[in-house]
T-cell receptor, first 116, second 115 residues
Framework: NAGVMQNPRHLVRRRGQEARLRCSPM?????VYWYRQLPEEGLKFMVY????????ESGMPKERFSAEFPKEGPSILRIQQVVRGDSAAYFC??????????????FGPGTRLTVT | AQSVAQPEDQVNVAEGNPLTVKCTYS??????LFWYVQYPNRGLQFLLK??????LVKGSYGFEAEFNKSQTSFHLKKPSALVSDSALYFC?????????????FGQGTTLQVKP
């Protein structure tokens, strides 16, 4: 059973360009989470999605950031008009639906975004 | 508001000695607590979790953690450290009563195990 897959692993963008980060959850997992890790910091929650639904986007910046998890295909985190402050490692995690929300999240290897 | 504190940026232990990585938390309701480990340039690996029941939780690679409700702590422990345990460790919490699965992470503690 393959783990959570993220691509690309490394992404370099110039200021003002768009960044698209992709995440394929573990097989059978219907919940996807995106976290951001800035240098020398812990992970910060960004958004929680189920298929075709955004459940919690309380950690997403109000502008330039969006996320989706379509019925078919991977989850996408999209950053428009990137700025240097967007440089970070972006991690995707997935979990099973347990009804009580006690399932552990399994993390992908991350996408390291560098904005030049 | 939910929060997690890992008071030590770094913990140094000698191989073969017991190790403890500290974590305290704050949630409004009952906590679900997790420990993850991160190796350089890798994602986080799940170690163990506390949901309910026995306060001593056993996890992967010989790690265990003790839930202490009165002290709101969930310290990670291992009886005998290995050099290969050297990594960055994160404690995380979520509110059991919340309607979102988001985890709140601590800042992380770097564990250095010396031969």
């Amino acid at each position: 059973n393959a783990g959570v897959m993220q691509n690309p692993r490394h992404l370099v963008r110039r200021r003002g360009q768009e960044a698209r980060l992709r995440c394929s959850p573990m097989k059978g997992h219907s919940h996807v989470y995106w976290y951001r890790q800035l240098p020398e910091e812990g992970l910060k929650f960004m958004v929680y999605l189920q298929k075709e639904n955004i459940i919690d986007e309380s950690g997403m910046p109000k502008e330039r950031f969006s996320a989706e998890f379509p019925k078919e295909g991977p989850s996408i985190l999209r950053i428009q008009q990137v700025v240097r402050g967007d440089s970070a490692a972006y991690f995707c995690a997935s979990s099973l639906f347990t009804g009580t929300g006690d399932g552990e999240q399994y993390f992908g290897p991350g996408t390291r975004l560098t904005v030049t | 508001a939910q929060s997690v504190a890992q008071p030590e940026d770094q913990v140094n232990v000698a191989e073969g000695n017991p190790l403890t990585v500290k974590c305290t938390y704050s949630v409004s309701g009952n906590p679900y607590l997790f420990w993850y480990v991160q190796y350089p340039n890798r994602g986080l690996q799940f170690l163990l979790k506390y949901i309910t029941g026995d306060n001593l939780v056993k996890g992967s690679y010989g790690f265990e953690a003790e839930f202490n409700k009165s002290q709101t702590s969930f310290h990670l422990k291992k009886p005998s450290a290995l050099v290969s345990d050297s990594a960055l460790y994160f404690c995380a919490v979520r509110d059991a009563g919340g309607n979102t699965g988001k985890l709140i992470f601590g800042q992380g503690t770097t564990l250095q195990v010396k031969p």
